[in-house]
């Protein structure tokens, strides 16, 4: 028994003792990191470039399959910074997204100063690197790399038209190059556009009655909800509407009476296709025509303890209609690939629509003969489709 007493508790030494010495060596690195990379930043903004290398170096020594010392970016940037752009170029051809997830599963460096500073320092000194790295010994493909990368690692690349166009470019003229694979993984994906286009608006709408209506009901207040598909300039949209207001004299249908002063309830849906007349980068103008159905009858209360009489069911009155609508869009601001990488044509703004409802109620009372003249304004969103590659 005392033999395995005796066993049990060196096992627990030794196990204790393994544990603590894993904490050491993982806390010893750690500080190692720390502490060289304060020397480094330190050394860095005195612009001491021998000491400087020296803490580079013993960064990239303490670096291992658990370990980062340097970032992929702060190490690129202190290369450029060094004057060291074969070292840049050697590394960029071997860097792809695997080294990049390999390097994101180790422990990171401790939060420090250091990139802020290399960031700070050398987005002022850019162009006196641009012009090193002209005059440095590189063939023009590792020149132009070199220029590209800098942009990238300093984020100047904020345009993703001109950056794609920069990217592609370089392909072009260097099909071969062994910097391809980098810049892949650069290259924004700016999207072509196809030739369908779906949107959406809202418009607060107020519609003035005309003849018998004129007389019979108050200008009309609603809004309109709607869907639209675009294609090659032509038009679709599909338009809900619902307004109300209240009656300015009686209605008389079957020996009852909708008295003066009660509201009204209109609900609309109808059908619309045109054309663009015009389609502008901050102007849109398409005239629609359609129609749909209209109805036209007593406001239901909210109030379910004081119910609209029985007859009231006597005053509804659907019918068809024909209209013709006017659209104009304010582009204010357009979605466009140096935004966010939706198809060009793409916009939101504010849409104003006026137009005029044939509502061909009169047949059903004389007294709600008349059309109906509106003005709408609100919002709206259009988006492109991607052109299937």
């Given amino acids: 028994m005392k033999h395995l007493l005796l066993l049990f508790s060196l096992f627990v030494f030794q196990t204790y003792g393994t544990a603590q010495q894993d904490v050491f060596i993982e806390s010893s690195k750690t500080t190692q990191i720390r502490k060289a990379r304060l020397q480094l930043d330190t050394a860095f903004l005195y612009d001491d470039l021998p000491t400087a290398s020296l803490w580079i170096d013993s960064l990239i020594r303490l670096e291992d399959e658990n370990y980062v ?5 702060e190490q690129w940037l202190l290369y450029y910074w060094s004057g060291l752009f074969s070292n840049v170029l050697d590394e960029a051809a071997r860097y792809n997204a695997e080294v990049r997830q390999q390097q994101s599963w180790k422990t990171q460096p401790p939060d420090d100063s250091l990139f802020d500073h290399l960031d700070r320092t050398l987005l002022e000194r850019r162009y006196n690197i641009f012009a090193e790295i002209e005059r440095a010994f590189l063939n023009e493909e590792e020149k132009a790399f070199a220029t590209l990368l800098l942009e990238y690692l300093l ?7 001109e950056w794609n166009t920069k990217i592609e470019n370089f392909l072009k003229k260097y099909p071969s190059s062994r910097f391809s694979t980098y810049l892949r993984t650069i290259k924004p994906h700016i999207p072509k556009r196809g030739k369908d286009g779906f949107g959406v608006f ?18 009309i207040n609603g809004l309109e909800f709607g869907f639209s598909y675009w294609r090659n300039r032509f038009n679709c949209q599909l338009v809900a509407a619902v307004g109300s207001a209240r009656l300015d004299r009686d209605v008389f249908e079957s020996g009852f009476i909708w008295p003066k002063g009660e509201t009204y309830t209109s609900t609309m849906y109808y059908l619309e296709v045109g054309y663009d007349l015009l389609n502008k980068p901050k102007l849109r103008i398409f005239p629609t025509v359609g129609g749909g159905y209209n109805g036209f009858r007593p406001t239901t ?14 005053f509804r009155y659907p019918a068809g209609h024909l209209q013709a609508v006017l659209n ?3 582009k204010w601001r357009s979605y466009t690939n140096r935004f966010n990488g939706v198809p060009n044509g793409s916009y939101h703004g504010p849409r104003i629509r006026v137009g005029y409802q044939w509502t061909n109620r009169g047949g059903q009372n004389p007294a709600l003969g008349g059309d109906l003249f509106f003005l709408a304004v609100g919002y709206t969103l259009l988006t492109m489709q991607e052109a299937k590659q």
């Fill in 69 to 73: 010392g340097l970032v992929w970016d």
């Fill in 155 to 161: 984020r100047t690349n904020t345009d993703r038209v």
């Fill in 202 to 219: 809202i418009t607060f709408k107020n519609g003035q009655w005309l003849g018998e209506m004129e007389r019979t009901a108050r200008p």
């Fill in 301 to 314: 209360p909210e109030d379910d303890k004081d119910p609209n009489p029985d007859y009231y069911e006597l």
């Fill in 328 to 330: 104009v869009d304010l």
